[in-house]
């Protein structure tokens, strides 16, 4: 394959994952490149009134990041799976009734079979706040922070280093759900399949201020880690939907395969380097592309 030059993350000084707004912990989670993203958003627009919008938005790391720093006015995010939909729905909605549960919820193995069954029983697909809690809280409490099919850390048996309760900071955990609560006028969640949120969005909001950041599950192996509603055909349609022009500003992040060199030959294509200390675990080749330069007058900001 074609060589393809290097954004390097280093260049583009970001939140520390401590520091992170986003109460969910993502398996490629792309809190990392709220630096990347900040700066290439000031080449873009000449104001910060700006809609970020996210149709595959999981935890939603880079989102957050950008409008807690003042870099977008309003976020409009989208997850077509309704454990992570009902997640967020349910802090955004009733925040205060999340917090009572962070604060009283058990943090034993007698608890996560429980939110665990909750997780898996449930099968409405309509928004359901016990469902939204139970995905949070598999979220925080197993390896990798894979809602489903993996074990909690410290092992079922609860004999590792760190126990189920390592990554569950009852008091961080309230205040980022209360920055979520106490923003909710600026941000928007919806379940619906990407193509639909693209079609509705482009249709309902001004061109001209929104830029939509695109983070497809991968191509190879993506229904490893969370829900993987994008067969080869979606994954074409996405990209038809991107190069027609109908949507202006992008960016897309894949996994480096030969469908996407593909389908996205004729657009700007960039290595993502990440390998720095605290993304070190990323083992496979990320890539990031951008709309060619004859659709986007800001092409040069990459
Ligand atoms: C790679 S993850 C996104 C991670 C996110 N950018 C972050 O930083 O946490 C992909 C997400 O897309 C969702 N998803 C999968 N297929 C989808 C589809 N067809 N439409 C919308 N969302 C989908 C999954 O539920 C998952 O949360």
Known sequence: MQELSTIDIRDFPHRHTQNAVSPFRYPGGK??????????????????????????????GAAVNLLADGYVDSLHLNDADVRVYSAWRAMLSETERFID?????????????????????????????????????????TRSGIVSKAGPIGGYDQTGKWKIDARFNR???????????????????????????????????????????????????????YLNAMGE?????????????????????????PLIRQIYSDQNMKTIDVNYSLQKKRKEAEILITPSAARYESASAL
């Not at 079979?113 to 925080?140: C, E, H, K, M, P």
């Open 31 to 60: 809190g990392f490149l709220s630096g990347f993203l900040a700066d290439h958003l000031a080449k873009c627009f000449d104001s910060s009134r700006i809609t970020f919008l996210e149709p595959f938005c999981g935890g939603a």
């Open 171 to 225: 008091q961080g955990l309230i205040e980022r759900v209360k920055w979520i609560g106490a923003n909710r006028e600026r941000i928007k969640i919806s379940n619906l399949d990407v193509l639909s949120f693209l079609d509705r969005s482009r249709r309902a909001l001004n061109s001209s201020s929104s830029f939509y950041f695109i983070d497809p599950p991968y191509v190879k192996a993506g229904g490893r880690l």
């Open 101 to 141: 549960r962070i604060q009283s919820v058990p943090l034993t193995m007698d608890e996560w079979y429980i939110q665990s069954r909750v997780s898996t029983d449930d099968t409405n697909s309509n928004y359901d706040f016990d469902l939204g809690f139970a995905s949070f809280y598999l979220n925080r409490t």
């Open 233 to 257: 055909d979606k994954h074409v349609a996405l990209s038809d939907m991107l190069t027609s022009g109908k949507i202006t500003k992008w960016v897309l992040t894949y996994d480096d395969h």
